[in-house]
């Protein structure tokens, strides 16, 4: 066996959890090969660089082995080389709220019933 289908060695190695998902990007222009994008029978050999968008993000894999069948996970990263840079660190969404400003918290609303004697 000297060359896979792309989509089938993309399957094979979890990137997809089916193979019509992985033909589908495909079609999508999800999945490039050396810089060009893929056609789902295009032949990949080991070496080969494979660029798959997923989510949003770029994965970078270079092929290790062929394989044509799905294996188990261990076997499967074997397989393959993982090149993705890891992603940029997350920012944290919740910033600091002003005091009296905006709704009061539920432990400032139980303090403000206290001192209004709503018990």
Do not use: N
């Not at 094979?12 to 193979?19: F, G």
């Amino acid at each position: 066996m000297d060359t896979v289908r792309i989509d089938a060695w993309l399957w094979a190695v979890r990137v997809y959890k089916t193979r019509s998902a992985a033909t589908t990007a495909c079609r999508a222009g999800h999945v490039r090969v050396g810089g060009e994008r893929a056609k789902a029978a295009q032949p990949v050999r080991p070496g080969d660089e494979i660029r798959v968008r997923i989510a949003g993000f770029d994965r970078i894999l270079v092929v290790r082995r062929l394989i044509a069948k799905r294996v188990g996970a261990p076997e499967a990263a074997e397989a393959m080389e993982d090149r993705t840079p890891p992603p940029p660190p997350r920012e944290l969404a919740m910033g600091v709220r002003d005091r009296g400003a905006g709704r009061p918290t539920k432990r400032e609303r139980r303090d403000i019933d206290r001192l209004r004697g709503r018990d």
